[in-house]
């Protein structure tokens, strides 16, 4: 009976070697085919990964210009607006107030 089991696992080895080795030459094969394509790709994602980190830089030192701006701008100018407005209504008011000079048209 031992001497069947033994038979049966060489015949099954001996069946299943050619398969093996055939799925080793086409991975073989399909690895050195599309190993021009995997390089490629490792280029791209190489050269967008540090153009992508120089405009991350880039537009995060923007976003902090605009931010001090803008914190500039509600810290310091907003509350003079008051008198900025008032200030305004005053030169309207004097404006209005001067003689206009006649337009000489020759």
Do not use: D, N
Request: charged fraction near 10%; hydrophobic fraction near 75%; aromatic fraction near 12%.
């Amino acid at each position: 009976m031992l001497t069947l089991v033994a038979m049966a696992l060489m015949v099954a080895a001996l069946l299943a070697l050619p398969l093996l080795l055939l799925r080793l030459v086409f991975g073989l094969v399909f690895g050195l085919l599309f190993l021009p394509f995997k390089l490629l790709g490792v280029v791209l994602r190489i050269v967008f990964g540090v153009v992508g980190l120089v405009f991350r830089v880039l537009f995060s030192g923007v976003g902090l210009v605009f931010a001090l701006l803008a914190a500039v701008f509600f810290l310091v100018l907003l509350p003079l607006l008051p008198f900025a407005l008032l200030g305004f209504g005053l030169w309207l008011v004097l404006r209005e107030g001067r003689p206009r000079r006649a337009l000489h048209v020759a």
